[in-house]
């Protein structure tokens, strides 16, 4: 017996029957012999965690624009919360925690730089199709790897398009939006309760808003402090979820509901949609707007820069529009800042 069925095994034994078994995956894109020590989902999650995508997130914005403070989250330290509150919940509810951290480190892969304002942008210059999860799963079926792509399982997959919300329900009840598994809506849930914590706690610290703003109504349900908050998000979540007619449904309570919309409505009026920071967002629109159009004419520098991020560009069907997005999403918000100060400002002999 392999160390890897031992492991499928142990899944087995105690795991919840709403849980995703290792053994039980719908597979790759493209068969392969599975590993001898670990399991589909533990070979997903090394995947994710070794690619070049993942490593961009480190310098990628997740609320102020390319942070320099050392306390300002980054679309990294914002994907290993939704990991960390997302394990958490699924070891509470015996679900596959393998399964649950794959799909939360990858959920954000895809993100473009500059946070929600790159996504926009590239919603207007590019397609109103464009979102972040499809391109995340972009870059995991076909760019990464040297046009290879990572050949995850189903399940991961299956998460990490799924996991996105906007502005929509928290737990949703249409199937377009919902993952498979419940280790996939897991995450989906998870990623609300990590960024409605630390972009609050990211804006208290930053001067945007203070802390006597916050409404009341949150403080007294949710807690007055960032583990308060997490802790009553997490326990609330794991004792209301209950199991009818043999099926796992996720559920809040309506107080923590109400509370948590609240304070998801408060964070949009006062922080996204603030003057300084949605001040330099238009700025990054910009950027990226001038540096897409550009690629769009200089065909061979846009292959030299894919090149460069190892993205893949054998593809000779690929049309230059999707080649630039697929670089434009690709930059982290330094490389971006770097390349149009390169190709736009002058340069001064001395």
């Not at 894109?29 to 690619?51: A, G, H, M, W």
């Not at 989250?73 to 960390?84: A, D, G, I, K, M």
């Not at 794959?102 to 942008?121: M, R, V, Y």
């Amino acid at each position: 017996m392999t160390i890897r069925k031992t492991f499928e095994n142990r899944e087995k034994s105690f795991m919840s029957p709403a849980g995703c078994l290792s053994a039980e995956s719908k597979g790759r894109l493209i068969k392969e012999n599975p590993c001898p020590i670990r399991t589909s989902f533990q070979v997903d999650r090394d995947r994710i965690v070794y690619s070049h995508a993942f490593r961009r997130l480190k310098y990628k914005t997740q609320v102020f624009l390319s942070p320099l403070g050392d306390f300002y989250r980054t679309r990294l330290t914002h994907t290993l919360e939704v990991s960390q509150i997302s394990r958490t919940i699924a070891r509470a509810m015996f679900l596959n925690e393998d399964l649950t951290e794959a799909i939360a480190l990858g959920h954000d892969i895809g993100h473009p730089p500059f946070g929600h304002s790159g996504e926009n942008c590239l919603q207007e210059i590019y397609s109103p199709d464009f979102s972040h999860n499809k391109q995340g799963l972009r870059l995991i079926d076909l760019l990464e790897n040297n046009g290879k792509g990572l050949n995850l399982t189903h399940e991961v997959r299956d998460g990490i398009l799924k996991h996105s919300k906007g502005y929509g329900k928290v737990i949703s009840s249409d199937p377009a939006e919902t993952a498979s598994t419940l280790e996939g809506r897991i995450v989906r849930i998870g990623d609300i309760m990590a960024y409605l914590n630390h972009d609050l706690d990211d804006a208290i610290k930053s001067g945007v808003i203070k802390e006597s703003q916050v409404p009341e109504s949150c403080k007294k349900v949710l807690g007055r402090s960032h583990s308060e908050r997490a802790t009553t998000m997490v326990k609330d979540l794991v004792f209301s979820s209950h199991i009818l007619n043999g099926e796992m449904h996720l559920q809040v309570s309506d107080d923590v509901s109400t509370a948590m919309k609240e304070l998801r409505k408060f964070l949009y009026d006062k922080v996204y949609r603030s003057e300084r920071v949605h001040g330099e967002f238009v700025k990054s629109k910009k950027i990226l707007s001038e540096l897409y159009s550009y690629f769009l004419e200089n065909q061979e520098e846009l292959l030299k820069r894919l090149k460069n991020m190892d993205l893949q560009v054998t593809n000779k069907n690929r049309p230059i529009e999707k080649m630039a997005c697929d670089l434009i999403s690709s930059m982290t918000d330094r490389y971006a800042l770097y390349l149009y100060k390169k190709i736009f400002f002058p340069s001064f002999l001395v």
